[in-house]
Each structure stands twice: as C-alpha cells, then as structure tokens.
C-alpha cells in the first residue's frame, strides 16, 4: 500500500516544539504584565519656597546707664601725741621663747615618769626573769625565759576529751601581759576550737609570779605572746 502524503509535510513532527515556545512566550507575556508598575507623575514635582523677611527681628539699642563710682573716704586726721620729757614711758620687755636644754631633759624626764606604756618582750632592756632564771647571765635570760616557758606548757599541758572526740587539732596563739608586779594578766587566746583555748588559758594562768620587766631601769609592762600546739597522735 502506498502513503498518499509525503513524511516531510507532516505537521504533527514538530508539534511538540511548537507548544513549548508558545508556552515560554505566554509565561514571559503573563510576567511582565504583573512585574509592570506605573506612577503618578503629577504627584511628584519640585515647588519653590517662598521665604519672607518678616522673620528678621529688629532689637532696639539701648544705653547703658554708667553710674559714676562713690567718692573716696576722707583721710582720717593724724594724731600726734606730744610726750613730755618728764613723763615716764613704760617700755614693753621682749622675753625670750627658747627653751634651754635642762629644760629639755626636765620635761622629757617628766614625760617618761608619767608615761605608761608597755614594751614588747623583744626590745625590752631587762627581760622578765622567769623563776630560776635569776643567776643566768643577761645575755641569756631571753633564752631562758622561753625555755622555763616551754617546759611549764609541756608539763600542764592536757588535752580536752571532747577535743580528742571531736577529732580537733590546731595551733591556738596566745597573748598575756606581765605586769609591773611579776603577776600574769590580758590572758587572750584564739585558736580552731573553744576547748583547745579554753586549755591554753589554763596552762598560761598557772604561770607563777616573775620578776617585772625594767626599762631605763624602772618595772614596765612586757607583753609576751606564744603558740600552743594541740596534736592528735
């Protein structure tokens, strides 16, 4: 059987083709019809403005009223006193204001009598003698003194039961005076537990009388400090 129609006259080949292009054309048409915008060109414009001169404000010059400055004061009249030569002048004495150096010494000395005041144990002229101390020589009396010190500690010391319970330990410092008359006052402790400062009072309370502390030879107020320490073993 023979084709009536010729292949290359086949309108259907391209069909395919054809639609895509019109269908781009119809999108891109249907785009930029909605991407389209207008504007009022009557509503923008550029007015000039008109400023008057109404603004300018003319200030009147005024004067200044000078007032003219108050006349000087009169000159007081000078007085002349006339003494006459048989009258007696009483002169005015000058005492001088130095002081001489016996008065120095005198009132320093004063000073020191009055002066009360406590000197630390590490400056002191003559230290606390410590009972048993008294034959040693001076250079060695600090020394001693410590030593008399650490042996009383060592033999009242007793640690507190609740203490030891408690597991509590530390170091507890404590601070006391020893008067003009040997005696041991200010007794003050800190330490970790109230029961450990509580025992370091006590042992220091013990502490018998002392020979007093001298400086420039007069009986002086030492106060002396030390720590007690309390180890579980």
Same mark, same amino acid.
Request: glycine share 4%.
């Given at each position: ?13 391209k069909?395919?083709?054809?639609f895509a ?9 249907a785009w ?8 009022d ?14 603004d ?20 007081a009249?000078? @007085?002349? !006193? #006339?003494?006459?030569? &048989? =009258?007696?002048?009483?002169?005015? %004495? ?10 120095? @010494?005198? !009132? #320093?000395?004063?000073? &020191? =009598?009055?002066?009360d005041?406590? %000197? ?5 002229e ?8 008294e ?6 009396r600090r ?18 039961e ?6 509590v ?21 800190r330490?970790?537990?109230k ?13 018998p ?12 107020r030492v ?11």
């Amino acid at each position: 059987m023979q084709l009536k129609k010729n292949p290359n006259a086949d309108l259907r080949k391209k069909s395919s083709l054809y639609f895509a292009i019109g269908l781009c054309a119809v999108l891109f048409i249907a785009w930029q019809s909605i991407e389209w915008k207008t504007y009022d060109k009557s509503r923008y414009g550029y007015e000039a403005l008109d400023v008057d001169d109404d603004d300018d404000e003319l200030v009147p010059i005024t004067e200044q009223i000078k007032t003219p400055p108050p006349p000087p004061p009169p000159p007081a009249p000078e @007085i002349i !006193e #006339v003494v006459e030569d &048989e =009258e007696e002048v009483e002169e005015t %004495v000058i005492e001088s204001t130095e002081t001489t150096q016996e008065e120095i @010494i005198e !009132e #320093v000395e004063v000073l &020191e =009598e009055d002066l009360d005041v406590d %000197v630390p144990f590490a400056i002191i002229e003559d230290v606390p003698l410590f009972p048993g101390c008294e034959r040693v020589k001076k250079s060695e009396r600090r020394q001693c003194f410590q030593e008399k010190i650490q042996r009383h500690i060592a033999k009242n010391f007793h640690y507190p039961e609740i203490a030891q319970e408690m597991g509590v330990q530390g170091r507890v410092y404590v601070q006391f005076v020893i008067d003009k008359d040997g005696s041991i006052t200010g007794i003050r402790t800190r330490g970790p537990d109230k029961n450990l400062e509580k025992e370091a009072n006590r042992i220091i309370s013990k502490l018998p009388t002392m020979t007093p502390g001298k400086q420039r030879g007069r009986p002086v107020r030492v106060p002396f400090s030390i720590p007690i320490t309390f180890r579980l073993q």
